[in-house]
């Protein structure tokens, strides 16, 4: 059985979540509260040296980087693949998922301290589109990506999971998405409508 440590409202822990449900994979939830930096404690260090989540467990392996644990179900469990067979479209796959967990990921910090703890009707929505305009070229990368396309390599695949936890988070926020961006808009709401995201969305929901 497969045992996922987790602490639901991470983006890194919602893209494993999206794999194993896209692959209808059981697996058990261990819950890390990083309130109570429960994830610093030594019997959770032993398995992830790095005291972050999430971490994965399956079958005495123990993989942690949501990116890597991705890359590993793949591998482990290719019924449902979501990595495309030509060599250079995987390639891609692997780039957009750098793009998003060292570019994109870090940078839309700027649009959460737009609006952490800051009720809808109050936010400085000037404030929030300086945020998008800061990361207007990131986000023209991927709208440049998702030309003529319905998923960023073609078909649905883990560089569309990568994405999809901090592009619907925008949703959820209701501070939405620019105009300007209509593929993004488009390909948000698909992925958004998908099983594997309404799966995850409920759980995240109930904690």
Known sequence: MIRLFEYPPSSNCQKVRLVLA???????????????????????LAINPYGLVPAMEDNGIVIYESTIINEYL????????????E??????????????????????????????????????????DAA??????????LEDELAGKDYLVGSYSL???????????????????PA????IRAWVERVMNRRNYKTIAEFVSQH
Do not use: W
């Open 22 to 44: 896209e692959k209808n994979l059981p697996y058990e939830s261990v819950l890390v509260n990083l309130r109570k930096n429960e994830q610093k404690r030594p019997e959770y």
């Open 132 to 141: 998008f305009d800061s990361l207007q070229p990131m986000f023209q990368r």
């Open 159 to 177: 560089a569309d999971i990568a994405f999809t936890p901090n592009m619907a988070r925008q949703i959820d926020l209701g501070v939405g998405l």
């Open 74 to 85: 793949e591998e482990a469990y290719p019924q449902v693949p979501l990595l495309p067979k």
């Open 180 to 183: 300007r961006y209509p593929r």
């Open 87 to 128: 060599v250079g479209a995987r390639c891609r796959v692997r780039l957009l998922e750098d793009f998003r967990d060292n570019h994109l990921y870090p940078a839309m910090k700027v649009i959460s301290a737009a609006t952490r703890g800051v009720k809808k009707e109050e936010r400085d929505r000037a404030k929030i």
